[in-house]
């Protein structure tokens, strides 16, 4: 059923818009969730609808990438359940800030205070060069010599909190994991590989909360065969987005993207003083 005062369903071109968003931004260090709040407000500006209405894209699109990070990483996640098993705890201990803060977030204050955060473009504005700068940081730091599966519990948890701060549209995910996992001494592929790792339970986690509010609100009605593109055009995408930046950060490059988010910062709170 379409819910109460919400917008119709999503079209073909919107979907497949916002998939290949979602697809470059789940992955590449310039957040996924800053994206989407911006092209929520650019077609709300437009005339079209907002993004934030749509839960079961929302889903869909994340299930997409979720897809592409399990099937990119199916080595390392089957390892986990032999060699690798000590890795586990370390991936609980780690999850824990991020889940805290998005159950508080999303459940445990009022709605208009939630998206005052989370659906704000004027967070992701501010955010964008923030993560530009954690980008740079990254990339002048000296590469560390351990591997993810030599963690401490203390070590996974610094990292999950910087995880946890990547619920702020702007702020990458991707970015702020890997930065933090060179900041406690690991190597570039290793930091990369425990930042996806991590955010596995994290995306799959989000996803569960979206689909309580689904089922609470309904659906907007989007057709099964508009919602499969969407799927498949965010796991396609995600999946070379995600190849793209293991090579990017093997060679040190993560710099490179602060030279588009810090432009596209003051473009958005540009056009938020100009609005």
């Not at 659906?119 to 980008?135: K, R």
């Not at 290793?190 to 659906?219: N, Q, R």
């Not at 796991?235 to 710099?255: D, E, K, P, Q």
Request: contains cysteine; aromatic residues 8%.
């Amino acid at each position: 059923m379409r819910r109460r005062g919400y917008p119709l369903a999503m079209t073909l071109l919107e979907i497949i818009i916002l998939a290949i968003i979602q697809g470059l931004t789940e992955f590449l260090p310039v957040s996924s969730s800053g994206h989407l709040v911006v092209a929520s407000a650019l077609f709300e500006a437009l005339g079209g609808q907002p993004v934030k209405d749509l839960v079961e894209v929302e889903i869909v699109l994340h299930l997409g990438t979720l897809a592409a990070v399990l099937v990119y990483y199916r080595r390392e996640i089957a390892r986990l359940f032999t060699s690798d098993q000590r890795v586990i705890p370390l991936l609980i201990v780690g999850t824990i800030p991020a889940a805290v803060l998005g159950i508080l977030l999303k459940k445990g204050m009022p709605a208009e205070t939630s998206n005052l955060l989370l659906q704000n473009v004027w967070v992701a504005g501010i955010c964008f060069p923030i993560t530009a700068a954690m980008l740079v940081w990254a990339s002048r730091h000296t590469e560390g010599d351990s591997h993810y599966t030599q963690l401490g519990w203390k070590n996974s948890l610094s990292i999950g909190l910087w995880q946890a701060l990547a619920l702020l549209p702007g702020i990458s995910r991707s970015g702020a994991t890997i930065a933090a996992g060179l900041g406690v001494g690991l190597e570039r592929t290793s930091a990369a590989t425990y930042a996806f790792l991590l955010a596995i339970p994290a995306i799959a986690g989000g996803g569960v909360l979206e689909m309580l509010e689904a089922l609470e609100a309904g659906t907007t009605g989007t057709p099964l065969a508009t919602l499969a593109v969407g799927f498949g055009v965010s796991f396609a995408v995600g999946w070379g987005a995600l190849a793209l930046l293991i090579r990017w950060v093997r060679r040190g490059r993560l710099a490179t993207f602060a030279y588009y988010l810090v432009p596209l910062g003051v473009a958005v709170i540009a056009w938020q003083i100009a609005a």
